[in-house]
Every structure is written in structure tokens, then in C-alpha cells.
Nanobody, 118 residues
Framework: VQLQASGGGLVQAGGSLRLSCAAS????????MGWFRQAPGEERKFVAA????????SYADSVKGRFTISRDNAKNTVYLQMNSLKPEDTAVYYC????????????WGQGTQVTVSS
């Protein structure tokens, strides 16, 4: 599966952005999907995930209550709605996919830059 992330940009603190990740292929609905982010000088970190079966979601503590992950299997797309953005949310955001039930994310998008100004 190939992934294409979009929707990043520059926003003021307190603002909102919605990231999208479009996937190729006809088996999107069988993949668990995740969002990760990498700030300058830091390691890539988990942000949110949604399962293929049941659509269960999970979030990093730092974004709980502010970010929402969702998916539209008919459009082969996963979204990350980001509200109440903070400067510390500034990072390159990556979407990723793994087969349902697997542990490792094997497929990665190219990343989209999110910059939150104070």
C-alpha cells in the first residue's frame, strides 16, 4: 500500500488543522492506520492509531482530548483532526499502515509539516 499525507501548514496556537492520508490499493480496510510525528532533533513518536476491525482508537497522552483520528474506508483515507494546537505540536507528521493484528508498521507516507506559532 502507498500512502500520501497532506493537510499540513502553519497555524497559530489554539488553531486547528486536519491531516489526510490517502492510501492506494483495494485492501485499505484491512490495515490498521497510525499517525506519528517527528520534531527536529527528536525521534519519531506515536500520535494516534485506529484499527481496521471495529475502528478502535488510541492516542498519545500529549494529544488526548485535542486530536481525533478517523477513517473512511470508502475513500481509502485516514484523517487526523487536530484542535487546540500548541507550539510543541510542531513536527513532521507521518501516516503509517500495518496489517491488522501485526505489531510493526511496514508502510509509511512521506510526511507533512505542521508548524504551530505562539
Amino acid at each position: 500500500v502507498q500512502l500520501q499525507a497532506s493537510g499540513g501548514g502553519l497555524v497559530q496556537a489554539g488553531g486547528s488543522l486536519r491531516l489526510s492520508c490517502a492510501a492506494s490499493g483495494r485492501t485499505f480496510s484491512t490495515f490498521d492506520m497510525g499517525w506519528f510525528r517527528q520534531a527536529p532533533g527528536e525521534e519519531r513518536k506515536f500520535v494516534a492509531a485506529i484499527t481496521a476491525i471495529g475502528g478502535s482508537t488510541s492516542y498519545a497522552d500529549s494529544v488526548k482530548g485535542r486530536f481525533t483520528i478517523s477513517r473512511d474506508n470508502a475513500k481509502n483515507t485516514v484523517y487526523l483532526q487536530m484542535n487546540s494546537l500548541k507550539p510543541e505540536d510542531t513536527a513532521v507528521y507521518y501516516c503509517a499502515a500495518k496489517r491488522y493484528g501485526f505489531i510493526k508498521y511496514d508502510y509509511w507516507g512521506q510526511g507533512t509539516q505542521v508548524t504551530v506559532s505562539s
